[in-house]
C-alpha cells in the first residue's frame, strides 16, 4: 500500500488543490505554472496538519522524513544546499490555510541561518551587511514564533543598539554593528531559554513548522475563525519557499500590491514597496512605505514586468488581487498572490465593475463581496453639522473608510473591558499586531502611528468593516502614561477622539454621527442579488420607524412584531399593571380596555409603515413578572400609584414569581390563563387593518402568531379564541379581510408535533433563540459566563446564539418543515430568531426550503446577500 502523500512540490500541484494545498499553497502552485517568478519550495498539506493534531500536537516520522526528502528535491531546483557553508539554501516558512487569514498565524523567514551559514553568505554576496541583517532577524523572528521568547525583548535590544550609535533606522547600523546585534540576541535568547539558540537548519524546520501547526490554534486565529465560520477542521497548510532577499541594498526592495485600489475599488493598481527590507518592515508599519509610481525612475525595466504580471493575475483570476513581491538585485519576484480583503464600498464597485467589463457574470460576481461586509455600509458618517465645529488635530493614510468616535484606549484589552462595560473607545498604537485583533473587534475605530495602507491594521480593519487610520506620524503615544501628543496637545484615556477613516483625519474632541445614504453601486448590486435569490427577507420591528429603516434597507415584510415591547411604554405600563393586579376577569378587561387603541394604533403605524407588505404580529409573550417593580420601594411607590396597600401588591408580585421564568407562565399559557388577553389583540389587530385597508387602500392580510406552543391542543384552544373575534369584528364591519393564524416554533415538543400543530397552524415561525435555549439547556443570558471555557476546550467553535447550531437545533427546524409541509403543503415557513440575519443559519434556512428569514432593520442586507449566495451555491428555481 502507497504511503499517503503530505507534501507538494510547488510544480507538483494546481489551483484546484486549495482544500489541501490551501489558498496560498494552491495559487503558487497555480503561479509556477503560469510561468510568474517565483521563488520555488513545497507545501506541506492541511492533512498534515489535522495529522499533527490527532497525533498529540506531534508530527509524524513520515512526515518529517518526506519533508527532507522534498528538501533534497528543491536543493536541486535552486542549485543551493540547505545548511552549506558554501552556497546555502535559505527558505521562508508561512502558513496557508484554505481560507485567506491574513496576520493570523505566523511566518518565519531567513530559515537556515546559524554562525556558519552566515558567514558563507557574507562571503557569497560580498555584503556583510545584508548577511547579518538576515541573521538577526532570523533569531528574533524564530524566538518570538517557535520558542515563544518575546519579540518586545529583541526590538528593545536594537533600540538600544541604535541609541547608542546615534541613530534611527535600521539601516543607518552597518555590519559590525548587526554582528553586535546578533550576540546581543544570541546571549538574550541563552538567558531566556537556558541553552543555544539552535544551529541545525534541518532542526529549525521542523520546529518552525510545528509552530506554523501550532498557531493554527492560537487566541487569534481562534477569534478569526469563529468570526468568519471558518471551522478548525480544515487546519492550515505550511509554506516553505526559498528565500530570495529584499534586504541586500538600494537595487533590493519588497512590497505589496493590490490590482485595485482595496478602498474604493477603483480600477488602478494600488502598491507600496521598501527598498532595503524585509517583508515584514512593510506589514508591520515599521517603516512608511512609497507608492509604487516611483519604482518607475527607479527600475522602469522591473516596473513594467512588475505591471504586467499584476494584469497577468487579475486577469487570470478574474477577482482583486493582494500580491506580495522581492526585488532581488533588480530582479523581481512574486511570493503570493489571493484574492484581496477589500472594504465592502471597494467589493461592491469591483463587483458591478468586474460584470460590466465581461470578467464574471452577476452569479459570480454575486460571491464575490461577503455578506457580513455589507454591516459596514451601515455603519455611521460625521453629522455635517457637527464637522463645522470640528478641528483637524493630524492626519493620517484613510485606511478603512467610515468614521469612529470615543475615548483613547491604549491596549486591546483594555478596549475589549471599557467596550464590555458599554464604553466606546478608539484603539490607538504605534502599530497593530494580530494579538490584537479582540481589541480591534470591540474599538469603533483604530488609529496608528505607524503603517502604511498595506499595513496589518489596514489590512484587518478593513476586512472588519471598522474604521481606520494608520501612519499618522504626528502622533506621540506613551502607552505608560496612557497619553497622546500632538502639536502640544495631550490627551488622555478619558478624552475623545474623531477618526475619519475616508480622509485620515483625526480631530481631538467627539463628533456626531449619522446613518449613511445607501446608493449608486449598492443599489446595482443588491438589485442583482434580488433577482437572483428565491429565500424572502423580512425584518423583525415592533415600531413604524424600525419598519420604515427596514423598507430602506429592502425588507419585503415584517416577520416578528413582539406586541410586548408596546407595553413598556410609560404612558402605557400603568394600564398593563393595572390588568395584571386585577382579581377577576371584569377587572381585566376594564384595563384591556385601556390598552386596546394603544395596540390598535401601534398597528396602524406598522400597517402604514410596511404598505402592502405582510405583518406578522406575535401576541404577548413574557412572563407578567417583567412588567412589575421588584424592589420593595418601588413596589411601594406603585402601590401608592394605584390606589393599593403595599401588602396587596407586594402579594402578587410574589405570586408571580418564578423560578424558571423563561419556562413559566408565558406566550400561549398566558392567553389560556387569561383568554380576554388574546381577545384585546385580536381587536387590535383586525380593527387596524380595517381602518388602514380604508383610509390609505392596502389590502392587508394580518398574520397572528400565537407564540410557545407545545402541544396542538394549546394552539386551537388560543386560536378558537382568536377566530371567534375576528370573524365577528369583520362581520360586524361588513368588511372582506383575510387574516391567518400561526405559530412560533420555539419548543422541542413543538417541532416533533409539527405535522399535528400544522393541522391548525397556517404558519411555522422558528423562534430559534427559545428553541437553541430549550434544546441546549441554557439560558443564553447566562451562557456567556461559561461558553468561553467551551471555546478555548474546542467543544464549541461558535456563540450557538449567534449562528444556528444545525446539527441539533437544525435538525429540529428541518424536521418540523417536513412534518409541517407533510399535513399542510402549503404552509408558510419562516424564521425569527437572531440567526436569521447570519449568513450560514441563512443558507441553511435555504436549503431545507424555508420561504423566509427575518432579522433586525440593519441586517436584511447581509440576509438579502446570503440568500441569493444561497441560491446560487444550490438553486432552488
Partial sequence: ???????????????????????KGANLAEMTILGIPVPQGFTVTTEACNKYYDDGKVIAQEIIDEIHKTMTKLETISGKKFGSVENPLLVSVRSGARASMPGMMDTILNLGLNDDTVEAMAKLTGNPRFAYDSYRRFIQMFADVVMEVEKRNFENILDEVKEAKGVKLDTELDADDLKEVVKKFKAFYKEAKGEEFPSDPKLQLIESITAVFRSWDNPRAIVYRRMNDIPSSWGTAVNVQAMVFGNKGETSGTGVAFSRNPSTGEKKIYAEYLMNAQGEDVVAGIRTPEDISTLEQRNPEVYKQFMDIVHTLENHYKDMQDME??????????????????????????????????MCTKEEAILKVDPKQLDSLLHPAFDAADMKAAKVIAKGLPASPGAACGKITFTAEEAKERAEK??????????????????????????????????????????????????????KVNEEAKTVEVNGLVLGQNDYLSIDGSTGNVYGQAIKTVEPEITGYFGTFMAW??????????????????????????????????????????????????????????????????????????????????????????????????FLPHED???????KEMGLTFEELKATVESLHEFNPMMGHRGCRLAVSY???????????????????????????????????????????????????????????????????????????????????AKEAEFFS??????????FGFSRD?????????????????????????TGVGQLVQMAAEKGKATRPNIKLGICGEHGGDPSSVEFCHNIGLNYVSCSPFRVPVARLAAAHAEVKNPRK
Avoid at 766 to 775: C, E, P, R, S, V
Fill in 1 to 23: 500500500m502507497q504511503n499517503k502523500k503530505y507534501v507538494y512540490l510547488f510544480s507538483e500541484g494546481t489551483g484546484k488543490m486549495k482544500e489541501l494545498l490551501g489558498g
Fill in 325 to 358: 513581491f522581492t526585488i532581488e538585485d533588480g530582479k523581481l519576484y512574486f511570493l503570493q498572490t489571493r484574492n484581496g480583503k477589500r472594504t465592502a464600498q471597494a467589493a461592491l464597485k469591483i463587483a458591478v465593475d468586474l460584470v460590466e467589463e465581461g
Fill in 422 to 475: 458599554g464604553e466606546k473607545v478608539v484603539l490607538v498604537r504605534l502599530e497593530t499586531s494580530p494579538e490584537d485583533i479582540e481589541g480591534m473587534v470591540a474599538a469603533e475605530g483604530i488609529l496608528t502611528v505607524r503603517g502604511g495602507m498595506t499595513s496589518h491594521a489596514a489590512v484587518v480593519a478593513r476586512g472588519m468593516g471598522t474604521c481606520c487610520v494608520a501612519g499618522c506620524g504626528d502622533l
Fill in 529 to 626: 442579488a434580488d433577482e437572483i435569490r428565491t429565500l424572502k427577507v423580512r425584518t423583525n420591528a415592533d415600531t413604524p420607524r424600525d419598519a420604515q429603516q427596514a423598507v430602506k434597507f429592502g425588507a419585503e415584510g415584517i416577520g416578528l412584531c413582539r406586541t410586548e415591547h408596546m407595553f413598556f411604554d410609560e404612558n402605557r405600563i400603568s394600564a398593563m399593571r393595572e390588568m395584571i393586579v386585577a382579581k377577576n376577569e371584569a377587572e381585566r378587561r376594564k384595563a384591556l380596555e385601556k390598552l386596546l387603541p394603544m395596540q390598535r394604533e401601534d398597528f396602524e403605524g406598522l400597517y402604514e409603515a410596511m404598505e402592502y407588505r405582510p405583518v406578522t404580529i406575535r401576541f404577548l409573550d413574557p412572563p407578567l413578572h417583567e
Fill in 633 to 639: 420601594e418601588d413596589i411601594r411607590a406603585l402601590a
Fill in 675 to 757: 383568554p380576554e388577553i388574546a381577545e384585546m389583540q385580536t381587536r387590535a389587530v383586525i380593527e387596524a387593518a380595517i381602518n388602514v385597508k380604508a383610509r390609505k387602500g392596502y389590502n392587508i392580510v394580518p398574520e397572528i402568531m400565537i407564540p410557545l406552543v407545545g402541544e396542538v391542543k394549546e394552539l386551537k384552544y388560543v386560536k378558537d379564541v382568536v377566530t371567534r373575534t375576528a370573524d365577528a369584528i369583520i362581520k360586524e364591519k361588513g368588511v372582506d379581510l383575510k387574516y391567518m393564524v400561526g405559530t412560533m416554533i420555539e419548543i422541542p415538543r413543538a417541532a416533533l408535533t409539527a405535522d399535528e400543530i
Fill in 766 to 775: 422558528f423562534g430559534t433563540n427559545d428553541l437553541t435555549q430549550m434544546t
Fill in 782 to 806: 447566562d451562557a456567556g459566563n461559561f461558553l468561553k471555557h467551551y471555546y478555548d476546550k474546542k467543544i464549541y467553535e461558535f456563540d450557538p446564539f449567534a449562528k444556528l447550531d444545525q
